[in-house]
C-alpha cells in the first residue's frame, strides 16, 4: 500500500469507518468516494471487526467513544489484521492522554471533531502526528460542534436544505430555525 494510490487513482484503497454517528458516517463515506476511495461503514466496534476481516482495509478512522468498544480498543486488533494498516482515531472529546494512548497503540494520526473529509485524508496521509497540534487549547462547546457540523453536511449538500435535512435525519423547519441562529461561540 502506498499513498500513491490516493492520488493517481489508478487503484481504489479500502477505508474503512467505524462511527455510530450514522449521519457522519453517511455524509464522510460519500466525501471519501468522491475522492476515490472504498468505503465500508460500522455504527460499533464490533461491526467494524467483523468487516475489517471479510475485507481487510488500506485505510480506518475509528471514533473513540462508540456504544460498546471504543476505536482504541478496535484498534490494535485491525493492526492484528493489517500491520501496515494507517488508522486514524476521531473523537468530540480530545484529550492529550487520549492523543498519546492513541499514538502509542498505533494510530497514525487523532483528530478532534469536527473534521471534515479533506482533514481526515490528510491526516491518513501524514508521514507522523504532531502531539503539539492534535488537541486544541479550547475544545468547541457541544453547541459549536453541532452548529460546525451542521454546516458541514449543508456544504456537503451544496446548500440544498432538504437534501442536509434528509442526511441529518431531522425537519426541514427545524434545520431552517437552527440555521437563522447566529453561529455560537466556540
Partial sequence: MSDEHLIDGEEHPHLLLVDDDATFTRVMARAMDRRGLRVSIAGSAEEGLVLARQDTPDYAVLDL???????????????????????????????????????????????????????????????????????????????????????????????NISATARALGMHRRTLQRKLQKRPVRR
Avoid at 100 to 105: L, M, Y
Avoid at 151 to 158: C, F, K, P, T
Fill in 65 to 159: 467513544k462508540m456504544d460498546g468498544d471504543s476505536g482504541l480498543v478496535l484498534l490494535p486488533k485491525l493492526l492484528e489484521l493489517d500491520p501496515e494498516m494507517r488508522v486514524v482515531i476521531l473523537t468530540g472529546y480530545s484529550s492529550i492522554a487520549t492523543a498519546v494512548e492513541a499514538i502509542k497503540r498505533g494510530a497514525c494520526n487523532y483528530l478532534c471533531k469536527p473534521a471534515d473529509a479533506d482533514d481526515v485524508l490528510a491526516a491518513l496521509l501524514s508521514k507522523h502526528a504532531d502531539l503539539e497540534t492534535l488537541v486544541p487549547e479550547n475544545p468547541m462547546s457541544v453547541d459549536r460542534l453541532q452548529w460546525e457540523h451542521i454546516q458541514r453536511v449543508l456544504a456537503e449538500h451544496d446548500g
